[in-house]
């Protein structure tokens, strides 16, 4: 089945630093979704990106859909201890299925 | 309002023995999907249910999974004769339209435990 390839697999940085992640595939997905998760609860979705070359933000976090479609970044500026979390790229191959294929996650730690 | 909720939220079983887990699915949300997520890894695609369509079970790992969805709001994953890889976190998440891939709301999960 497809795979998507995340790194690195954790970060332990200051507060204050800028983070960055990124998934890679060998196929093309149609759709990049970032989301985090918090210990014991679901995945949240920070970012959706529909369009290769995309870059949308929202607060603090930047991500793009890569020109290819085949990779996708996160970042994450100025960093502040409640980022803490796992991170998860998810990609979809097709609207009509709308099944999510999931990153490995990246684990961020912030250190105050 | 209230969000996707799962129960139970802990399960430890014996291995052999059937586990049935229930997602209680945002009011409204047509469709509902069950994830599995093993230790530290992403989440794997099990099952998919839209509105009275047959579901789509090409992510269920062997026939010891089924699910249903009872008048297209809850739904129960079951796992029969329960094996220690079995043993993962199973996330359900409901939308409230088809093909909405930027909707997907999750619950908080039933971490299942096989001894």
């Known amino acids: 089945g497809q795979q998507l390839n995340q790194s690195p697999q954790s970060m332990f940085i200051q507060e204050g630093e800028d983070v960055s992640m990124n998934c890679t595939s060998s196929s093309i997905f149609n759709t990049w979704l970032w989301y985090k998760q918090d210990p014991g609860e679901g995945p949240v979705l920070l970012i959706a990106?529909?369009?290769?070359?995309e870059l949308t933000s929202n607060g603090r976090l930047t991500a793009q859909f890569g020109i290819t479609r085949k990779d996708s970044f996160l970042n994450i500026s100025a960093s502040i201890p409640s980022d803490v979390g796992i991170y998860f790229c998810a990609g979809l191959v097709n609207n009509a299925g709308n099944m999510l294929t999931f990153g490995g996650g990246t684990r961020l730690m912030v250190k105050p | 309002g209230a969000g996707v909720s799962q129960s139970p939220s802990n399960k430890v079983t014996e291995k052999g023995k059937d586990v049935e887990l229930r997602c209680d699915p945002i009011?409204?949300?047509?469709?509902l999907y069950w994830y599995r997520q093993s230790l530290g890894q992403g989440l794997e695609f099990l099952i998919y249910f839209q509105g009275n369509s047959a579901p789509d079970k090409s992510g269920l790992p062997s026939d010891r999974f089924s699910a249903e969805r009872t008048g297209g709001s809850v739904s129960t994953l079951t796992i029969q004769r329960t094996q220690q890889e079995d043993s993962a976190v199973y996330l359900c998440?409901?939308?409230?339209?088809?093909?909405?891939?930027?909707?997907?709301?999750f619950g908080p999960g039933t971490r299942l435990t096989v001894l």
């Open positions: 990106l529909y369009k290769a070359g």
């Open positions: 998440a409901s939308s409230p339209r088809p093909f909405s891939t930027d909707t997907q709301y």
């Open positions: 009011s409204g949300h047509t469709a």
